[in-house]
Nanobody, 122 residues
């Protein structure tokens, strides 16, 4: 089992920045990747970014490329999502998830956090 806890969400004005954190515990050695996903009201869950625990290989969605950056701190078992130039359309609940496959497909992720709300006001 892998437990994930997100933090860092909040209300920010358009153009602002936020950094989300995902703290992992438990059998983190079983999780090859950690991904960030988001879900806005009435919309499907959307891939944002992912990173591998070993090697730090990353993938970012086109919609956030150049604005968001995922990183990890292996010593702290933590993964971060730095978000800049936030837009109203970035408003969503952001989830971190752990899985075994380098993929943007949410169905391939076995462990999920409870989510943290990000609201961008225009």
């Amino acid at each position: 089992q892998v437990q994930l806890v997100e933090s860092g969400g909040g209300l920010v004005q358009a153009g602002g920045s936020l950094r989300l954190s995902c703290a992992a515990s438990g059998r983190t050695d079983t999780a090859y990747v950690v991904g960030w996903f988001r879900q806005a009201p009435g919309k499907e869950r959307e891939f944002v970014a992912l990173i591998t625990w070993t090697g730090g290989r990353t993938l970012h969605a086109d919609s956030v490329m150049g604005r968001f950056s995922i990183s990890r701190d292996n010593a702290k078992n933590a993964v971060y999502l730095q978000m800049h130039s936030l837009k109203s359309e970035d408003t969503a609940v952001y989830y971190c998830a752990a899985g075994e496959t380098f993929t943007s497909s949410s169905t391939r992720y076995k462990y999920w956090g409870q989510g943290t709300q990000v609201t961008v006001s225009s």
